[in-house]
């Protein structure tokens, strides 16, 4: 699953879990050179057949176009995939953290005594729409993960919060 776990025992308010989730990342770099070359040699093919013939010169800026148009849009999704939220849960404290590459970043806070998780399985505004309620506001959570994955994680925090003590004195 495209998110993690990890505890932190010693963390100043007590113990805390931190949450790390991300976009499903599925072209790893050695992919993108396979598909870019593909991509290139299957663009090349149809031209073969005008090699030496000024319709060449009519088609090549088409294909390149197209080729640089894959490139760029390659590009922006990897750049699109750095997308992060960071979720802490410590006694006292619930904190949210959301890091767009093309956003500033957003953060929420709520006490996690008056924190509610939903799961809203009705398919509005997406299949099993998962939200942290508290501190007179509503944040959506796992917005780029699939609906079996946003259901998973709704578990394992209600699970984590139910064990989490009471915040310190």
Known sequence: MPYRWTSDPDAPTGPAWHLTAWP???LSPEGFAAFFGITFAMLLVPLLAV???PILWGLLPFAMGALAATWLMIRRNQRDRTLREDLTLAPGLVTLVRRDPRRPEQTWQANPYWLRVELHE???PVENYLTLTGAGRTVELGAFLSPDERAA???DLVDRLARLGPAPQ
């Open 24 to 26: 499903y990342r599925s």
């Open 122 to 124: 009705d398919g509005r």
């Open 51 to 53: 090699v030496g013939s």
């Open 153 to 155: 994680l709704h578990a």
